[in-house]
């Protein structure tokens, strides 16, 4: 198991498995919409078993978990503990401090929705610190190494079949609409996660470049390339800073180009994913 968790990445497990069980216990819940997850499938097996909604999913998780490393292997890692652990723990603070809970709306395809665009948000956190939420990933694991299945198709199937497993309890129109967020779901996660990634290449020339690329280093802490350039109304030689960043630094970069160097020309682009070693950068002023 990987032991090693920094402080950021412990927070934001806790952050996004609180946005979760949120919206699992204020949204999902009192709407009686059994979007394709461990809690959905909880949901429908407490309408059978007399036990709380938060006993019943740490049991199912723990077992999970056991079932995981007995016959995929120590590859969870501590952060599926943590948020297998944390889902039960936050759904029974729920329950303690609100016990009972209308629903959102009296429509329940609008309570679906709001609950989609909340529990993604919270996934999106997960899989941008590298974790999951545990429980069916740990099934959709397990028939990728068994039966060789895709990741995504697995929790796929696993996800309509537990939406479907809603036909025993409630109508079809619940039923209807739980295989609908179900898809919706991962469509939107989808969006999130691409929302997460999303980076400004940032291209600049500028007279004062090695101001720039001080503050891009020292001050942004993130890696800068040097190109030499040459115009082609002037012909003569320039130097091109180069940059890749998030949105906030690329806020601060333009904020600080407008005071040192006013007519410097910058241009701009969007790039959906980096990959390597740009997220260590940030601390150390590597260059790209």
């Not at 036990?51 to 490393?69: A, D, R």
Request: net charge positive.
């Amino acid at each position: 198991m990987k032991n090693k968790i920094n402080f950021k990445e412990y927070l934001t497990l806790v952050v996004g498995m609180f946005i979760i069980s949120a919206a699992v216990y204020y949204l999902m819940m009192p709407s009686k919409i059994v979007v394709g997850s461990i809690s959905g499938l909880v949901m429908v097996m407490s309408n059978f078993l007399p036990f709380k909604i938060s006993t019943m999913t740490f049991v199912l998780n723990m077992v999970l978990l056991l079932l995981g490393f007995i016959f995929i292997g120590k590859d969870f890692g501590v952060k599926t503990v943590i948020t297998s652990i944390l889902l039960p723990v936050f759904l029974g603070i729920f329950e303690v401090v609100t016990p009972k809970v209308p629903m959102l709306t009296d429509d329940p395809l609008v309570n679906t929705i709001c609950y989609v665009l909340v529990v993604s948000f919270g996934q999106a956190m997960l899989f941008n610190a590298n974790a999951s939420s545990g429980g069916l990933d740990v099934v959709a694991k397990f028939m990728n190494k068994y039966f060789h299945m895709e990741i995504g198709k697995a929790l796929t199937i696993i996800g309509f079949l537990t939406a479907a497993s809603s036909v025993f309890v409630y109508d079809r129109k619940t039923l209807a609409i739980s295989l609908l967020g179900t898809y919706l779901c991962g469509m939107v996660l989808d969006n999130f996660i691409d929302g997460f990634k999303i980076r400004k290449r940032v291209c600049i020339l500028s007279g004062q470049y090695r101001e720039i690329q001080d503050f891009i280093v020292h001050e942004l802490h993130r890696g800068a390339t040097l190109y030499p350039a040459y115009g082609g109304y002037d012909n003569k030689e320039k130097t091109e800073v180069v940059t890749i960043l998030t949105r906030t630094e690329y806020a601060q970069l333009l904020n600080y180009i407008h005071k040192a160097d006013p007519k410097a020309f910058v241009t701009v682009s969007t790039v959906g994913e980096v990959i390597g070693e740009w997220g260590n950068n940030q601390r150390r002023g590597a260059r790209l």
